[in-house]
T-cell receptor, first 113, second 113 residues
């Protein structure tokens, strides 16, 4: 399987704390994407980082990419209860059909008020 | 509102029945995909399309057919439903090779009894 793997599978924190989720993948990529899924809903695209980028920011989100370790991390700063959701990384592998994404199993984040 | 529309939202089928899951997008996206989501498995790609008239198989295509006669529509057909096809199905679309991230529909929850 070409799936990436998120770590941890579940994360529980208090409001105001930072949440860090990690993603490891297997082969060279064109880009890596992070998505959020609220319970019972579709996925929402959060951020995309290309293979030649090391860090990207979007609001309270910070994504890093280490291609030498084949890993990425998603940091959510100052978490809110509304951030409670599942977070997935998806990889666009080099050599695969462009635009074809492989998703991990996700990290379930719970933020307590 | 612009986006990806999936119908129906819920469906119960008997084993052996056939049906079509509808997916439409109004963003003039070239790329469209179908995923299934099962507990603990993340999202797995069923079929995808890179433009009208062009489709290809994903990771788990068996038991499903697709066609893409227009840019807007990408229906998924279950030929003879089996309990193993009980899942949540998501349609997604993207502009140009997915390099800007995918827009997901809200999903179809299918139960095969």
């Amino acid at each position: 399987s070409q799936q990436g793997e998120e770590d941890p599978q579940a994360l529980s924190i208090q409001e105001g704390e930072n949440a860090t989720m990690n993603c490891s993948y297997k082969t060279s990529i064109n880009n890596l994407q992070w998505y959020r899924q609220n319970s019972g809903r579709g996925l929402v695209h959060l951020i995309l980082i290309r293979s030649n980028e090391r860090e990207k920011h979007s609001g309270r989100l910070r994504v890093t990419l280490d291609t030498s370790k084949k890993s990425s991390s998603l940091l959510i700063t100052a978490s809110r209860a509304a951030d409670t959701a599942s977070y997935f990384c998806a990889t666009d592998y080099r050599g695969s059909t462009l635009g074809r994404l492989y998703f991990g199993r996700g990290t379930q984040l719970t933020v307590w008020p | 509102n612009a986006g990806v529309t999936q119908t129906p939202k819920f469906q119960v089928l008997k084993t052996g029945q056939s049906m079509t899951l509808q997916c439409a997008q109004d963003m003039n996206h070239e790329y469209m995909s179908w995923y299934r989501q099962d507990p603990g498995m993340g999202l797995r790609l069923i079929h995808y399309s890179v433009g009208a008239g062009i489709t290809d198989q994903g990771e788990v295509p068996n038991g499903y057919n697709v066609s893409r006669s227009t840019t807007e529509d990408f229906p998924l057909r279950l030929l003879s439903a089996a309990p193993s096809q009980t899942s949540v199905y998501f349609c997604a679309s993207s502009y140009g090779q997915g390099a800007r991230g995918y827009t997901f529909g809200s999903g179809t929850r299918l139960t095969v009894v």
